[in-house]
Every structure is written in C-alpha cells, then in structure tokens.
C-alpha cells in the first residue's frame, strides 16, 4: 500500500478529509483524483493490487541493443 492510498483510507474512513488528504499526498492531483472518483461511486471497491511478476531467469532477445548507445550483457 502506497502513502497516498494510506490517505485515501484515511479520507474514506472518516479520519482525515479531503483538504488534508491532498495537502500531504506525494501526488495530489493523483489523491484528488481518487478520491472523487470513490465520491462518484463508493460502491466500487478499489482494485486489489497486481501481483508482482514472476522473475525470469534470462530474457528471451534483448532488443535494439545499439539504439542508445547501452548494450546488456548476463553472466
């Protein structure tokens, strides 16, 4: 759970409003966004979070290795 999501818990609770929310969010255009999209339908419970990606032991092709001047080299 990020900082901000933490705020809009808070906010959806009851503990803090919006005004605070916003004013010690890393991102308040991000919080104030949220929140008013849960103001337009609190019903909606907020999508559970993404499970991290398995970890690949070697990458398939690394692609345009010459594009930007960096090459990736695996040992």
């Known amino acids: ?3 901000d999501q933490a705020l809009i818990d808070l906010v959806n609770e009851g503990s803090i409003d919006e005004e605070e929310a916003v004013k010690n969010a890393d991102s308040a255009n991000n919080v104030r966004l949220k929140l008013k999209l849960y103001r337009d339908n609190p019903s909606t419970p907020s999508p559970a979070p993404a499970a991290p990606a398995a970890v690949v032991a070697a ?4 692609a345009a290795t010459g594009d930007w001047g960096l090459e990736l080299k695996l040992e």
């Open 1 to 3: 759970q990020t900082f």
């Open 59 to 62: 990458p398939a092709k690394v």
